[in-house]
């Protein structure tokens, strides 16, 4: 069959047959992450880590994209209720391409080497490597990057609040490489009636004084309980009836099979009906006295889960990103190869718009996301001062809401961009779509996004620790073709504060009625900053001057676009220099320096480029 589709592709586009996933390799296709992986990794691991994900992004470009499709359409997971015997035994059955994933991406180390040594380098990975790790995957099946996302939090619960017993019987597991000593993880929140009002919890959980101390019985619901079937579960729970919302939640441990061999008592009502990221089962679980360990202290539950759910939203940023990326990718490449009205759609001036629009919001999107990452992985290491610790908090929730809701925007303009192929599931696209959707969903909307920034601000004065940090950021550029821009931002950065100020004074329906519009401001602002360093420091290195253009393209969408509705270009940057940006070609800086000066600063879309 594949056989008999290539001889079709060849007779529809020639010898120009777009490339299939199988025989792509995403890291070496993708010359901005390598970029990204040079500027943040030590460079101790780099030699090492640049073998290592080459040979990912291999595998999840060919054997995982392909298993990815399979799941998605035909090999959906499903429950088994019952065994022959009509006993409960809420086994989730997943088909055998999905359990190699398994065995292949926890055996690369995704969650594994944050906890372990890797061999060939004596010491563990910091969290960068790991979400360079999801990033590639998302490309592929970011459904199961779920999974991977809840062991990777369970095991960071157990490791930062768990005793020693809990760590030797799980934290070992939860970070094992092999498949027969792998424990897969979840994090179960949610219930029917409280949703995100976790304090609506009704979840409880009683001392079982015959087992010993910390050995609790859980009884209640979790609605939508995601990797459903997992060997561990961290799951909230009322410890103390009387203290209302999220001061009486304590934090559990609850396994699927009980250390002496026997089956918890955890069911599965039903497997949820999902538009997308169909590789994760998620399900409506039932706790019937269940058996679970107390983790850390019986009041902190909430707090606990916090931190959990913080490096949920920094992978749910990094799946949007990765979905970005294959986005353009799709776009790019048919492009290249599709021909209308007598020559490559690529050569026409709107595809090209639309192209340099995706790259842009993709490189972007990814450079602050991982600039994010670098601030986190300085607050686990124990290394970050207390702006930078108060910089995590307020980026998180920014970076979550930007990189979800650009994730649809782009995975959109991919379908646009092949027409109607776009729309058939034979190709990536569609799936695309329906997995970019949940993004803007897990993990928080963009409403609750925004009240958690304002919380932030509130309790840690965020906007004041944001400004003062981007301010220090803006006064450190120095190359010439960065003073045009240090001005916007040193203007937006006054309009945020003026804005904070005002919905200070204002009634609870005012102030939330402008806090997704605040947080769009700062994440603009940050962005613009992010693509600014990432310019200055290829620049540098390189002397390449690409990513200044993606800076100006950017600065043009998110500050300028608004305010300028009048046709007065007769030249565009971003045309001009498609090939160097699609095709991430060095542009030499002096070429840029050359550009006219208009007024008393270079803009790179001035009329002599």
């Not at 040079?38 to 073998?51: D, G, K, Q, T």
């Not at 304590?250 to 009502?269: A, C, E, H, I, Q």
């Not at 202290?297 to 294959?326: H, P, T, W």
Request: aromatic share 10%; proline share 4%.
């Amino acid at each position: 069959m594949r056989y008999i589709q290539r001889e079709i592709d060849r007779r529809e586009y020639g010898d120009n047959i777009p490339r299939p996933a199988e025989t792509a390799n995403f890291y070496l296709e993708d010359p901005n992450l390598q970029y990204v992986t040079r500027r943040y990794l030590p460079a101790s691991m780099l030699e090492w880590a640049n073998r290592e994900l080459t040979r990912f992004g291999a595998l999840v470009a060919g054997p995982v994209d392909e298993r990815a499709a399979y799941t998605d359409r035909d090999g959906q997971p499903y429950l088994q209720k019952y065994n022959r015997r009509g006993e409960d035994i809420s086994h989730i059955v997943k088909n055998e391409g999905y359990l190699q994933t398994v065995k292949d991406v926890y055996g690369a180390g995704i969650v594994g080497y944050l906890y372990r040594d890797i061999p060939e380098l004596g010491h563990k990975a910091p969290y960068m490597y790991s979400f360079l790790q999801g990033y590639l995957l998302s490309e592929s099946e970011p459904g199961f990057y779920c999974p991977v996302t809840l062991t990777m939090s369970a095991a960071h619960l157990v490791d930062r609040y768990g005793t020693a017993e809990q760590k030797e019987a799980y934290l070992t597991g939860l970070s094992a490489l092999g498949e027969a000593t792998l424990y897969e993880g979840a994090t179960w929140l949610t219930e029917r009636q409280g949703g995100s009002d976790v304090g609506a919890n009704l979840t409880v959980a009683v001392p079982d004084p015959e087992k010993g101390e910390g050995v609790y019985r859980l009884t209640g619901e979790k609605f939508f309980a995601s990797n459903a079937g997992a060997m561990v579960a961290t799951v909230l729970a009322r410890v103390n009836r009387d203290r209302p919302g999220t001061r009486g939640l304590g934090l559990f441990l609850v396994p699927w099979v009980k250390p002496d061999g026997t089956r918890n008592s955890v069911y599965v009502r039903r497997l949820k009906e999902k538009l997308g990221v169909n590789a994760v089962p998620s399900a409506e679980v039932i706790l019937e006295e269940a058996e679970g360990y107390l983790i850390g202290e019986a009041d902190q539950g909430f707090k606990y889960m916090a931190e959990a759910l913080n490096i949920s939203r920094i992978c749910n940023a990094v799946a949007s990103v990765g979905i970005m990326r294959r986005a353009f990718y799709e776009a790019v490449h048919y492009a290249k190869a599709r021909n209308a009205f007598g020559r490559p759609i690529l050569q026409y001036a709107m595809v090209k718009q639309t192209l340099t629009e995706m790259l842009v919001e993709t490189e972007v999107n990814t450079g602050s996301t991982f600039d994010m990452v670098h601030t986190y992985d300085k607050v686990e290491s124990g290394e970050a001062s207390a702006a930078e610790k108060c910089m995590a908090r307020v980026l998180i929730p920014l970076i979550k809401y930007r990189t979800g809701e650009m994730s649809k925007q782009l995975t959109h303009q991919a379908i646009e961009t092949l027409g109607g192929n776009g729309y058939i599931e034979e190709y990536v696209t569609p799936r695309l779509l329906r997995d970019a959707q949940v993004l803007t969903v897990w993990e928080g909307t963009a409403n609750i996004l925004a009240l958690d920034l304002w919380r932030v601000i509130q309790k840690f004065h965020g906007d004041e620790v944001f400004i003062d940090t981007v301010k220090q950021d803006v006064a450190a550029l120095t190359h010439p073709l960065s003073q045009p821009f240090k001005p916007v931002l040193e203007q937006a950065l006054e309009d945020i504060r003026a804005n904070v100020d005002f919905l200070r004074r204002q009634s609870e329906d005012i102030l939330t009625y402008h806090l997704k519009p605040l947080a769009d401001q700062m994440v603009d602002v940050y962005q613009l900053l992010s693509i600014l360093k990432e310019a200055e420091d290829q620049a540098a290195s390189e002397g390449n001057g690409r990513k200044f253009i993606v800076a100006e393209l950017y600065l043009e969408a998110h500050f300028e676009q608004a305010r300028n509705r009048r046709f007065t270009q007769s030249e565009r940057v971003d045309l001009r220099y498609f090939e160097e940006l699609v095709d991430y070609k060095k542009v030499a800086i002096e070429r840029l320096l050359s550009l006219e000066v208009t007024g008393k600063e270079h803009r790179l879309g001035s009329k002599n480029m």
